[in-house]
């Protein structure tokens, strides 16, 4: 879909010296400039560009990549602030603008935000909001257990944190499934627990194949470049077991039993071994 704030892929129709006009469609026709282009083009030549207004409110094209697009979440900085806004770097020359009506908080030079991104439907300008609960899916979830989800961390709780799903959801990890340092705003890969009766949705860091299998190879390494042997097993105090391996109590169970089943290792009484 060609749209403002979006990423899209367009046809060069013309080239001229300070840049090239791409066939947009309903947009018309939409500078890219030259600054902006990464190498030369020719005529009929497709790109993948990124479409906002500049500085004019004109329609164009850049090949630099925003942090986010219309209908996404992101974690920005703010670069300045009026009577009337601020505004937050969002990857391009240009800055998004944040309405003072849409600040969850007054905003600071320097201070980093967790905003959303859409396009204002007086103007058609991409601005943005850190009033970020109002934008997130209020309808249930259509996840499965297991399933791969993407995440932007977003606050803490008394149960753990709270996350963004997929630019969509409110998720949470809770602290005793979460044993590595988590940061407001970091994206991570995670995976869906559960989603309860109410609506709310359970998350967690470790899950899926992918995972058990670079947790094994992580225990098998250990154990080659220790002689055999870690003095870790299953009934070993959990930060004892992620100092060791860097992962939780629950998944070290699951990854060692699973290697114990394919003759890998033995559970002695004082730790694992690696068969011969």
């Known amino acids: 879909m060609i749209a403002l704030g979006k990423t899209c892929t367009l046809t060069v129709l013309k080239i001229v010296d300070f840049g090239y006009y791409l066939d947009a469609a309903h947009l018309g026709e939409i500078l890219l400039p030259k600054k902006h282009a990464k190498k030369a083009f020719e005529i009929g030549e497709k790109i993948t560009v990124f479409l906002y207004l500049d500085s004019k409110d004109r329609p164009i094209a850049t090949m630099q990549k925003p942090k986010a697009e219309i209908g996404q979440f992101a974690y920005l900085t703010v670069t300045e602030t009026t009577d009337f806004g601020a505004f937050v770097d969002w990857g391009l020359d240009k800055d998004v603008f944040v309405p003072i009506k849409e600040q969850k908080r007054p905003m600071q030079i320097g201070d980093s935000h967790l905003v959303y991104i859409y396009q204002d439907k007086l103007d058609q300008r991409v601005v943005a909001s850190s009033k970020i609960d109002k934008f997130l899916d209020q309808t249930p979830a259509n996840y499965q257990p297991k399933q791969a989800v993407d995440l932007i961390i977003a606050n803490t709780t008394d149960l753990g944190f709270k996350a963004i799903i997929d ?90 039993g699973g290697l114990y089943k394919a003759g890998v290792l033995t559970i002695e009484k004082d730790g694992i071994r690696l068969n011969k």
């Not at 994206?187 to 967690?204: A, E």
């Open 167 to 256: 630019h969509k959801h409110w998720g949470v990890l809770y602290k005793g499934d979460v044993f590595q340092r988590l940061s407001f705003g970091q994206y991570k890969k995670g995976f869906i627990k559960q989603v309860r009766d109410d609506g709310k949705i359970d998350l967690t860091l470790q899950g899926g194949q992918e995972t058990r299998d670079k947790y094994a190879k992580i225990i098998e390494n250990y154990l080659q470049k220790n002689n055999g042997f870690a003095p870790v097993h299953d009934k070993s105090d959990p930060d004892l077991i992620y100092q060791t391996f860097g992962m939780s109590k629950a998944a070290f169970k699951r990854c060692i």
